[in-house]
């Protein structure tokens, strides 16, 4: 144990943010503010998500991070160091053996589990903030439930590419009530929003928290004659073979060659422990990684 | 017949100073009335009073709603005003940009409104736009351009359609000629006019223009210092104006 | 005098414009608050089917008496009734479905909007009672023939028109609709013999169906033509008589 309280926070500071994280529970997508600390990290590089981890980590848990999938980034393995030192905690890159998971940008391919906490770190809360720069308005928005101006951004999508383009930071709606950014997973994870574990957002330089209880109704929007997909690469991963994961593409040389692998570090090592090859992966070797 | 739209004592103050006082009028649907006055008389404070943007001091302004009747705008609740803003109410507004989204394409832009009140086809909010832009005279192909690249008679023609989509039964409009060439005016007033009589609108004109209130407008109400000095039939009260401020309005007019 | 023109307008049962004890003042705020007397007591009756001329020498009110009739002018005292309704009394909106339906004006100039087409002027104001768009232009077209408006111009608006055919257009406009009651003012002036005669029996078509008629006419022939009186103005006129 270190010289730190336990998670760095102090604990007035843990439940000030307890109590924006269960305001955010009972009001399912509503931007719940909070007083966000300085942390030892800068903004941008998940301040949010920390000081929430922070608040629901006890002792006996064990956490992940990731950062777009993986587990062995630069930011996931310095935020994982960082509640390892300040908190004592176990850390795992199993999102099975995980109790907390703090994420940047993915939702874990393994659904996850009721007794599992996922934790986002979250740059822009505000889902109708680059249509509406005005505070005051977007949370009248929000109060009134005026969202006509997020289907013009659809709209303007679709006027200009033809197709709903966006591809990260899909908005959605909670329970027919409040509209959501789910910070920037792919739309592809979209449809997982609704799941089993405890979802909690955190942004650190909006200081803003908000929350989806489990089970909760997440609903992308779209429009009637242009129904939200929940697209990827249209390949299956160079390493596992599987073509049902989120994929990376990753440029290999400057000529041209490229592969693509599942973003999610663990789920693909899982695959490939248990024997699956994909057509550039050399077979499995317990430390190869 | 009942009047749309019923103002009794409306007042608004700056502190001790008069933004308008003591204003009441009853208009009823399909007219047209013209606010007339210089800089400064209280006719924008009234007009942003009238339409919700101001909150006034005292009197209450009426409008008769489509389910409960006629209902203080001032003391109903924030919610409901702002679904009427959006629905049986428009604001056309001097300065385009301060009434269009100047980052959102022109079909975006008159697209908004019938999202707002839940149109959820790309389709067919698309093709009542281009419908709506071609009633403004606005060529199908300029959909997807975006406000910042037309010139400003169009910018007031687009900030039209946008705010006549959703069919509205009342509307405010603040100088909607000001600062527009006068061959642009002339357009744009028959434009304006085509819509009053074909959709039956009411509205309620500010501007500081007696050519365009003679020619847009059913009747006049001429302000001076925050108060109504003349009401009356348009050409009645600019071709025999009673009161002493009207008659100096009329009379500074240059002749061409 | 009055108490008997309303028996009689009772008995006839078709008093279409009623005029009594009406007075009209100039008060000129900013030159000094000057006030200038322009009618006084002014009285008239025009049966349904009736053609009255005003007479009376140049600014002796002829004009300031049909303005006010038209509710151009705001008549200071006294009655004016046109189809039932108190024109000196009534609300803009009053007066608006008074001149949509009932009271038609042909003034000496002619006023539009730019851009409308020539066509869609004289058709107006039959849409504005409501007449289909194809039956209104239909009965434009004929008014334009018949006032020798060539057909090339019936598209183009009368703004750019000579006078003459601005005069002509103005008419077809004012006889568009079947007014129960018109106001004419000088509608012979500035036209051509054959011109002149289309006028002259158009306001005879619409006496014969019934239309109650003021008019000022400087032509005495025309004015003989087709007036049933003469009412002299001057006697209504404040200082004279």
Known sequence: MSDYNFAYLDEQTKRMIRRAILKGLAVPGYQVPFASREMPMPYGWGTGGVQVSAAVLVPEDVMKVIDQGADDTTNAVSIRKFFEKTAGVATTEHTRDADVIQTRHRIPEEPLREDQILVYQVPIPEPLRFLEPRETETRKMHALEEYGLMHVKLYEDISRHGAISTAYAYPVKVEGRYVMDPSPIPKFDNPKLEMAAVQLFGAGREQRIYALPPYTQVVSLDFEDFPFEASKADHACDLCGCNTSYLDEVIMDDAGGRMFVCSDTDFCRERRAAGHVGAQGAPYEEDAA | ?256 | MTAQLNNLSRVKGAGMIELSDVSKRFVLHNQGEAVIPVVEGALLHVAAGECVALVGASGAGKSTLMRMIYGNYLANAGRIIVGGVDVAQAEPREILALRREILGYVSQFLRVVPRVPTLDVVAEPLLLVGAEPEAARDRARVLLDRLNIPERLWTLSPTTFSGGEQQRVNIARGFAHAFPAMLLDEPTASLDAANREVVLSLIEEAKARGAAIVGIFHDEAARDRVCDREVDVTSFTPGLT
């Open chain 2, 1 to 256: 017949m009942t009047p749309l739209f019923q103002v009794k004592s409306l007042g608004k103050y700056y502190g001790s100073r008069i933004g308008c006082e003591d204003v009441s009028f009853d208009l009823y649907p399909g007219e047209v009335m013209g606010i007339v006055g210089e800089s400064g008389s209280g006719k924008s404070t009234l007009l942003n009073c009238l339409a919700g943007h101001l909150e006034p001091d005292t009197g209450e302004v009426l409008f008769d709603t489509r389910v409960g009747g006629l209902r203080d705008t001032v003391t109903m609740s924030e919610p409901e005003r702002r679904m009427l803003g959006r629905t049986d109410w428009a604001f056309v507004y001097q300065h385009a940009r301060d009434g269009l989204r100047m980052g959102v394409s022109a079909g975006g832009n008159v697209g908004e409104r019938l999202m707002a009140v839940g149109a959820r086809h790309y389709g067919d909010i698309r093709a009542q736009a281009i419908d709506w832009l071609g009633r403004v005279e606005i060529a199908e192909d300029r959909v997807d351009d975006r406000p910042s690249a037309f010139s400003g008679g169009m910018q007031q023609r687009l900030q039209i359609a946008r705010n006549l989509v959703t069919g509205p039964r009342l509307v405010f409009m603040d100088e909607p000629t000001g600062g527009l060439d006068v061959s642009v005016q002339a357009r744009l007033l028959d434009l304006l006019r085509g819509l009053v009589r074909e959709m039956g609108l009411s509205a309620i004109i500010v501007t500081h223009d007696l050519a365009v209130v003679r020619l847009l407008a059913d009747r006049l109400m001429v302000m001076k210092d925050g108060h109504v000095v003349e009401t009356g039939l348009t050409d009645q009260v600019l071709d025999d104006p009673q009161h002493g401020y009207t008659q100096l309005l009329v009379s500074s007019v240059l002749q061409v």
